[in-house]
């Protein structure tokens, strides 16, 4: 089969996908659709039928660049200064707490780990260590939005978990990003080597050039056709530009929606532009990824896996207790708040993806493997732990979750599309359970 007839039938799934089974799989059984695509990547690709070869993944490497720029956009544009203005600063403090407690303790133990497991010195063992902590960082809120749609967007545990997805998104963005300048390779044609300071320097002004020239060229451009293919330009210029130098398209692409969620008048069409769009590139994302995967040549190379999903959990739950008792929010918010973190989401994949071509690094393949590891066992149950976790705080929780229950099974006809008037109310309303990043910018909902 030629590479050209895979991607037609790729990106015919992810339409398929985006128009008939991603709400209908959502509603019906609360499960964030997502996994079963990385399993076909991994199917498809060179490690298991062949029908992918390594050549024909590596032909897709521009897609693929295009879909991490458009992930790291989605990340970027639910930065926009005035609805950040509007939520407690209290809220910021125990999200980023537990971002940056979460990134700590996974990298601590990794590096630990890794240069005890292959014998290198923790200098070398470094860079691997902060991937997956930055990796561990990032948390579904694809499935917060599922759960949320069914019991209603309310309370301060909601809007919580609603602020700390957006941090962990951006912090695993901007820890790997710079981490990606702190390991850059030499570059032959410079007569001098830029400082890994210079590097971010750059990533940072690749985003922020790009966000002026479209504010300057389209910032007033409201038609959604045209917005989408100016967006898709600007993303391929960004995202190709970084990648190019080696640098993070996901830090660049994030920098560049930033500043056009805080320059432009027509904030709201952009961030809408790019929610529209986010799925067939979350699953694109999603097949090619699995089909990039291959094992480490390392031997033991699944114990820093199995650590990495251990201490992801402690991470998350302990770091989410500790943030929640040093601020003394335990009665408001229960201890227990950061189970509903676990699920890990398209942008740990897009992560891996962003540090697997550094093969300068060590085991670049292991931390990949990690990633694709913890989205296959996390993101089945995601939303059901965030209805766990946002039940109590629900009044008559119990009963309403039955309601919805009883009322999406009946509402639900053979083809998907019937959904009753009641049922409907319960979801809160129309809305999108997400992709990769979340339909809602911090302050929504």
Known sequence: MSAGLVLILVVALAYLATH?????????FLIVSGAEYLLLGILLGPQVSGVLSVEAVESFA???TLALGWIGAIVGVQFAIPALVQIRSQTYKLALLQSLLTVAFVAGLEVIALAWLFDVPYTVSLPPGLA?????????????AVASRRLGRRGPVVRLLQVATSIDSFVAVLVLGLLLCLVHPASPGLDRQLTAT??????????AV?????????????????????????????????AYLGLSPLLASLVMAATLANTSENREQIAQTLY??????YFVLLVFAGASWRPSLQAWWWLPVVLFLAARYVGKVGGARLATRISGSLDELGPDWGRALIGQG???LALGLDYLPHAGALAPNIVFSAAVASVLLTDLSAARIVRSVVLPFVPGGEALARRVEEATEGSVEPNGAAESAPAAAA????????GATGPVPPAGG
């Open 198 to 207: 210079e590097w971010a320097v750059v990533s940072i002004g690749i985003g």
């Open 62 to 64: 521009p897609l693929t």
């Open 427 to 434: 979801l809160g309303g129309p809305g999108s359970p997400g």
């Open 20 to 28: 008939l089974a991603f709400d209908w799989i959502a509603r019906r």
């Open 132 to 144: 997956l902590g930055a990796i561990a960082t990032a948390s579904s809120p694809s499935a917060i």
């Open 346 to 348: 398209g942008l740990a």
């Open 276 to 281: 529209g769009a986010e799925r067939p590139f």
């Open 210 to 242: 790009g966000g002026l020239l479209f504010h300057l060229f389209l910032g007033g451009e409201r038609e959604r056709d045209r917005l989408f293919i100016a967006l898709a330009g600007a993303l391929i210029f960004v995202s190709g530009a970084a």
